[in-house]
Every structure is written in structure tokens, then in C-alpha cells.
């Protein structure tokens, strides 16, 4: 049996590989009750950039861009660099601009 960790480190993986999928199907995938399920999206949430849409077509999503293992930059880092962009122009400000969009977090759906 898995510990909570390493359950919530499965269920991320599942979801960065599917993109999304029910909160039923993952409970009865990893063999907890939806409450379960439900804190370890959130708690996942926290971490990720996953969201939750509620209805017949909703369920769990990661957002798009995201992929589990790569770099990004940590929000200090990124507030940094935000912060220098209108000092910057030319080549210098588009460079920016493509560190950000490589290297940001991925935006969530609103």
C-alpha cells in the first residue's frame, strides 16, 4: 500500500501524462474514496498547476504547457523579471519575453 506522498506523486504523474480526467475515476484508479481524492487534488493544487472544473464535462485538468520534470521559475523569479522588462527593449526585451514563455509556470484556466 502506498503512503500519501507517494500516491499524490502517482496521481500527478497519471495527470500530466491524460491531461485531465474525473475525480471518480482517479478515486477508484488509486483505490480511495473521492473525499481522498478531492484533498489530494488540492493539496496537488498546491504545488501544480491543476485546476478543477465541476459538471458532466469537468473533472480534474493540468494546464496546458505544463510538464511534469521540467524547470520553471519560482515566482520571486519571475516578479525579477517582470519587474525588469520595461527597462529593457529590442532584442533584449524579446529575449525576455521567450525566457519568461520557456521557462514561466503555465497559466491556469480561469
Do not use: C, H, W
Not at 506523486?9 to 480511495?32: H, P, Q, W, Y
Not at 480534474?60 to 527597462?87: H, I, W
Request: net charge positive; aromatic share 8%; glycine share 8%.
Amino acid at each position: 500500500m502506498r503512503n500519501p506522498s507517494e500516491r499524490r506523486m502517482s496521481i500527478i504523474e497519471t495527470l500530466s501524462e491524460r491531461r485531465s480526467d474525473s475525480i471518480d475515476n482517479l478515486a477508484f484508479e488509486f483505490g480511495v474514496s473521492r473525499r481522498t481524492m478531492r484533498n489530494d487534488i488540492e493539496i496537488l493544487s498546491l504545488s501544480f498547476p491543476l485546476y478543477t472544473i465541476p459538471g458532466p464535462r469537468g473533472g480534474v485538468f493540468v494546464a496546458d504547457g505544463f510538464s511534469l520534470g521540467k524547470r520553471y521559475l519560482t515566482n520571486e523569479q519571475t516578479d525579477l523579471l517582470m519587474r525588469l522588462m520595461p527597462t529593457l527593449s529590442g532584442s533584449d526585451a524579446d529575449i525576455m519575453k521567450s525566457i519568461l514563455q520557456t521557462f514561466g509556470l503555465p497559466k491556469r484556466k480561469k
